[in-house]
């Protein structure tokens, strides 16, 4: 029998205790290390991971070190003991390098196929005893592997013959914030920025430490910590010395540090008249800025750079393409190893569709970009928005390294204020084939640089967590950084495996809270989009701050800020005529990705209005006419939301009361702003179509008019946002 | 022998691990119920504390036995039990009217003397068994009193022949916020508003409950929980549903709410073009306001106002007084029961001299403000400098309600980066007696309207806590928030007595560590004076900001938010004279005070440059010149921070880490600071003086043009101002 002495299962029982009042509020995100409860279970567990061996020493191994140390502490209920004394139930890590342990089992072939990032986890005969084994070319594949494990037993998995051969299929896998230095956070709903560059480098807030941790965990390997709409004070000596103590925080957990910055520095440091990138003195400036940017942070990843997009400047100020701009930086970075992060988010007032722009601008750069410059493109032609067909930028710049940006934040998904699990909309975007270089050219493929053979590519987030306690605001904000980081690592993963993942390592094993609670992340994005812009509309959000709806919006500072710029809609129909008739963006994609969107029979209805105006009566796969199709998606989105409620509270009692409540009392908001939507939409859209809403659905809860009104002067959560204390009354 | 079960201990056992964990962040205040680690003092504890009765039932007795199973669970490591059975050591709590047990005690008298709000602690026979008990008149007499004890065992006060009977001195207790709607809190360096608007009234944030004990375990009665730069949608319908929501939560804790307005609230709502108090229709708007609101809370405070103050709107600009401004909104909150502090922070741009402007406006209108309306006058005559004489205001209303405000929050005192615990400043302006009715006037007998017998009188505190985990930014910005709780409640309490509470409960018992922490303390105060403005001198702070030095500013948008305005230094000398022979604002003080502070030779010498403008060769009673006597202040200044680093840095291991380091590091940076500001204005009034500094002082480390620079270029900690994101470079 096994047995514990009194101080073993005081400590034990205290752990779980200690653990159990951390977790209350969603700080420890997916690395809880809640105790395993099944005691049989527990014990099996025990007995394969009696002890720790770590041969070799250095940060990154000492991180391993201690978060098995915390992580099997915590599962396993018991404090880990660390030598290097093989016993029976040993796990050991290292690489073959530092342990001679691990290179005497000749795991070489192995280890060759997962490459410098990933590992291999393999039960072993270690001097003679069975032991668990963790091995890897480097430290960093050694921490994943860790990772790896401890989510295993996070999700009660069976290590019986474990035999686990992982390598991330993209190389970078980075996180953007958008955090300004005054600790304000564009599109943030997380509270302030967590860099608190008042009190850098003196004081490292632990919390540093626990967003290592988070990030690691996922296999993400570098972060921008700093918006694209960039501060140019990022590069003064002040702050890379506060930059660099963050650097010295991220590296043992193998996350490289990198800035935006701010195209016109040389101008705006007041230091020359000109930014253009062809002048040499403008050359001479980067190269001594990046010169001193190394001296502070010798591994330094690189720039992303925002330019000449929404009003940064950039090389078309100096007469200058994409290319020279981006190259430029290119070469000042490339003796230190650097790499430019070059964004494609461009479209200029003028041009005739916003779709059209990044692929105008940047297709016919193809090829002059060096190789330590990635063009980083966002998943969709538009912005972020709950649902976008893929760039068509994605199989159209075989000659140019390029990376996916996604948006985390949910900026155009109800801030922190709605649940929207993200993970769909994500392999909806990898698992399309462009057919660049014929079937099978999955938008995922190219991000491996598989399909043109890129040098480099990757996959970008925009997290923008923050000071709040939970990081992310909703608790489930934190399902799509999770699920991000899990596709960058492995874009074939599935959306609702991830899910049920996240909720075991987040909430609970216990099954009768995993499977409705998957149910109601994998409906929340289709949700989200049925009760804002069903059947490929798109971007009918309030001006400025994206929460709420104005389908009728038509006056902004630039035409494609409007609503009506999107939906088109008129007495006729509705939608954005993308065919050869209208703007022909659909051009931009390969056939026959061109020929089915461009195809009124053959498009997928939920892109249907993105790429063809359509009349009111048009009659629809399910029979009915467009304009009911339209106003039943609308009403099913609150009901799907009503349903979210349903289902989360049913689970009342199974996991603890703080979270529990916080997410009910969200969703009732998220049923408010719902109905706000989809009332506001219909009867605007109804103005137009003067067809009825169908008798069997319930009337909208106030006039179109109120909801005008609303737009004005109902109450936006908006801390980034200066102007937000001016906004009207009542 | 006493003896624990094996499940007793390990749950005892557990509550030490689980609030140790819980403790490390300081977000538990001086709330932290540490167990009581002397085994024979714990077992006492536990005798005397054997369980607790709880007669009668009400959302605030709730509370009280809510505390009690908190606090005594975690300070006697065990649970608590609670019910109606008198046992041996039983702690009774209630009063008179819900508990038989304590009508039957004969407390009358005692109780007839504390009060409303006060409580009586005293061991008594119940059932004829040795029992403690805490009775008030009032159930928030009981939970004040559970507060008290709580605090005995906290700080390891003996409990034998307890016998306690506390009212508090001052009637109005309240805390200032100055929170904006969009949650960036001005002059609050402590994160984001706490008041989450975006999620009220549906999501109560279990923050806001431990914010309601924190304040209520000091006495604190009253919130105003935003801005007096007041945005006007504070009174719509939308957001009194939210702060009716809050004040839900404060209420079972005594605090009530209040609300700053807006002046022009009329106008700004686009109800009536204009806010004249003497109009009918503007009276009228204002009691529909005041119905509505008390629609929503019952039990409403009532408004905070800055009026004709900083830009602020105001009766004047309606050709109205201050007293007719007040009294028209006090009138329609009498009705309800409300009060208006009406703040007396106004000094008009054209005034001779800023410290005469509150008493000339205010004191003509003597006796003509309503009962119910208190005026609200900052401590000292310009704006919570790090020293300041009281205002004259203090003595000079003999027929208005008076409070005072306080200022917690850091604005002169660096922010959340320096330690400065203010108990000293707090209980220096406190104890000056005013001789308003002779000797014995002092400022906190007025305060307790005992001087003047005002109907009603208070102390504000702007505190301007945010979502930092531990509520401040700077862990000791808690203990200025406490000493200004406690001294509230009774302000002859000593701030060496207050300090020494709060090192107790807030970090340890341990005296090795309290010994030198309260010298800290102590000295900090007078440390933050000296690198700053030695000898009365005032306000040399950069605009706008107020962190670091400006002595040479001399252009600004007014004359009086300019250095060069208060120290009006020259070759000739330096100060600002108020005697007769300049702007005789010494005048406002009664005799003897105006003599003493009129007098070259007998004003304290920490006042002297407050009242005198003096030649550089002016000889000290310490036998220095005025010049040598001003080096050596701020090279003293510098000199404490680093006795303040030493004995802290002595503490290593005696308390958490995370605290230890955060501390630590942050005294780094007020070293950084101090010299920063003792080199500007050494170096600055160096160029003034033509005087040598002494050469046995270190030399300054850098130029003054160095230094002026910094004030451009260095970065400020400042997330609530916009315009901090624009500041120059390097």
């Given at each position: 029998m096994f047995k514990l002495s009194l101080p073993s299962l005081i400590l034990l029982t205290c752990i779980l205790v200690a653990q159990t009042a951390f977790a209350e509020d969603g700080y420890e995100m997916w690395l809880r290390y809640q105790p395993i409860t099944d005691s049989q279970q527990l014990k099996n567990y025990q007995q394969q991971l009696s002890h720790v061996v770590v041969e070799g020493e250095s940060p990154v191994l000492s991180a391993a070190r201690a978060e098995l140390e915390a992580g099997l502490g915590g599962l396993l209920n018991r404090s880990v003991t660390t030598d290097n004394k093989i016993k029976k139930g040993s796990l050991v890590i290292g690489t073959p390098a530092n342990s001679p342990l691990i290179a005497g089992l000749k795991l070489d072939e192995r280890l060759a196929q997962v490459g410098p990032e990933g590992f291999v986890i393999t039960q072993a005969k270690v001097n003679k005893r069975n032991a668990l084994v963790i091995a890897a070319n480097t430290d960093q594949g050694v921490l994943y592997g860790t990772y790896h494990l401890l989510r295993l037993v996070q999700t009660h998995q069976?290590?019986?013959?474990l035999s686990v051969d992982s390598a991330p299929r993209i190389q970078y896998r980075v996180v953007n914030h958008w955090d300004n230095l005054n600790r304000l956070v564009e599109r943030g709903y997380g509270g302030l920025s967590l860099w608190e560059w008042g009190s850098l480098p003196e004081h490292k807030n632990p919390r540093y430490t626990d967003y290592a941790r988070i990030n690691a965990s996922l296999g993400i390997n570098g972060t921008v910590i700093n918006n694209v709409n960039a501060d140019p004070r990022i590069l003064s000596d002040q702050f890379l010395e506060k930059v660099a103590a963050l650097a010295d925080v991220f590296r043992p957990y193998g996350i490289k540090m990198y800035l935006s910055i701010n195209y016109d520095s040389p101008r705006l440091f007041g230091d020359l008249d000109t930014a253009d990138p062809l002048d040499p003195q403008v050359q001479a400036w980067w190269q001594a800025r990046a010169d001193k940017i190394y001296s502070y942070i010798p591994d330094f990843g690189g720039y992303l750079v925002k330019a000449d997009s929404e009003g940064q400047p950039g090389p078309h100020g100096y007469g200058r393409t994409h290319a020279d701009g981006a190259n430029m930086l290119a070469d000042t970075l490339k003796p230190h190893g650097g790499v430019v992060f070059w964004r494609a988010f461009v479209y200029n007032?003028?041009?005739?569709?916003?779709?059209r722009g990044a692929y105008d601008e940047f297709t016919p750069l193809?090829?002059?970009?060096?190789?330590?410059v990635i063009l980083q493109v966002k998943n969709g032609p538009i912005d972020f928005q709950p649902r976008e067909p893929f760039s068509p930028l994605f199989g159209s710049m075989p000659n140019t390294n390029t990376m996916m940006e996604f948006q985390i934040t949910q900026e155009y998904f109800g801030f922190d204020k709605h649940l929207a699990y993200q993970g769909p909309l994500f392999t909806e975007n990898l698992n399309t084939?462009?057919?660049?270089?014929?079937?099978?050219?999955?938008v995922g493929k190219i991000l491996e640089g598989k399909v043109f053979n890129y040098s480099r590519a990757g996959m970008a987030g925009v997290i923008n967590p923050g000071t709040d306690r939970n990081w992310t605001g909703h608790p489930f904000v934190q399902s799509s950084w999770y699920a991000f980081g899990r596709l960058a690592w492995?874009?074939?993963?599935s959306a609702e495996d991830i899910a049920e993942e996240w909720i075991r390592m987040t909430f609970t094993n216990n099954p009768a809270f995993i499977e409705p609670v998957k149910e109601i992340m994998m409906e929340s994005r289709e949700a989200g989009v049925n009760y804002r812009n069903p059947l490929g509309l798109t971007h009918l959000y309030a001006q400025g701050h994206h929460y709420g709806p104005a389908p009728?919006?038509?006056?902004?500072?630039?035409?494609?800020?409007?609503a009506t710029y999107y939906h088109r809609a008129s007495k006729d129909g509705i939608g954005f005529d993308r065919t050869s008739t209208g703007s022909n963006a659909v051009a931009q994609y390969h056939p026959p990705v061109r020929d089915v969107y461009g195809d009124l029979k053959r498009v997928p209805e939920d892109l249907l209005l993105w790429f063809h105006h359509v009349p009111w009566t048009h009659q629809m796969k399910s029979g009915k006419t467009l304009w009911e199709e339209l106003v039943g998606k609308y009403y099913e989105g609150v009901e799907q939301v009503r349903t979210m409620q349903k289902q989360w509270d049913a689970l009342e009692g199974m996991i603890d009361e703080a979270r529990f409540e916080h997410v009910k009392a969200l969703l009732k908001i998220q049923e408010r702003d719902a109905i706000r939507w989809r009332d506001s939409c219909v009867l605007y859209f109804q103005t137009l179509s003067g067809l009825p809403i169908p008798a069997a659905l319930e009337k909208p809860q106030q006039s179109l008019e109120h909801y005008k009104t609303l737009e004005r002067t109902h109450y936006v959560p908006e801390p980034w946002h200066p102007a937000s204390s001016s906004r009207a009354l009542r």
């Open positions: 069976d290590l019986t013959n007032p003028d041009i005739q569709d916003r779709f193809d090829g002059k970009f060096r190789e330590n084939d462009t057919h660049a270089k014929g079937p099978g050219s999955t492995d874009h074939t993963l009728w919006l038509d006056q902004s500072g630039r035409a494609d800020w409007t």
